[in-house]
């Protein structure tokens, strides 16, 4: 069936008012429809991250009874998204120039910082976090490692072979106290650290940590969260 003129005069107006700017009665910018669009842009934002404050709220808060988390939960809550890490020359696995810990945003990150030398507790550190991560199983993809070497040498190639895919920066051993805070134990360097996927700064675990305990909270917030 042909359309009529009218028809038509009728849809491109329809068309005009739908494209025209909030504009009010008088000419200038509807404050009601400004303030409808913040309120979107707050929604789209709050959506954003409903799948993390989902896993705090359901891991921390909303305990069923008889369960407990292994790790300290980190609080009050740290963005450590900004915190600097130099890359290591000529290393696999080193982080780029200028990155940060949001170089490797949208994953959970397990932290282990200590010096290139990489004493006991440092290999045993970087074996638990290795193992935690397999033990996930197809959730390993949403799990990164990072090893924060604390001085200016460079880890020995034969320790590094063992932990294929781990990630390294360098950084300022002071800095690093001040940003992942050690609690009671006054040794940063002696814990295991998990970061969230926006660059939180959410659970130390305790000296010697028990990889099996570990994996038991990894794959809670694994399981409440859909973002990394």
Known sequence: MPVSPAAIRANTMAARDHEAPAHGSG??????????????LVILGLLFLLPVIAAYLAYFVIKPEGRTNYGDLVS????????????LAGVAGSVPADATMRTLAGRWVFVVAAPAVCDARCQENLYNIRQVRLTTGAERDR????????????PPAELLAAHEGLRLGRADPQAFAAAFPAGETADPGAHIYLVDPLGHLMMRFPVDADPGRMKKDILRLLKVSRIG
Not at 76 to 87: E, G, H, I, Y
Not at 143 to 152: C, G, N
């Open 76 to 87: 009050p809550q740290r963005d450590v998204s900004a915190f600097p890490l130099a890359p």
């Open 143 to 154: 799990v990164e490692r990072l090893w924060i070497v604390t001085d200016e040498r460079d």
């Open 27 to 40: 000419g200038g910018i509807d404050p009601q429809r400004v303030r409808a669009g913040r309120r979107q």
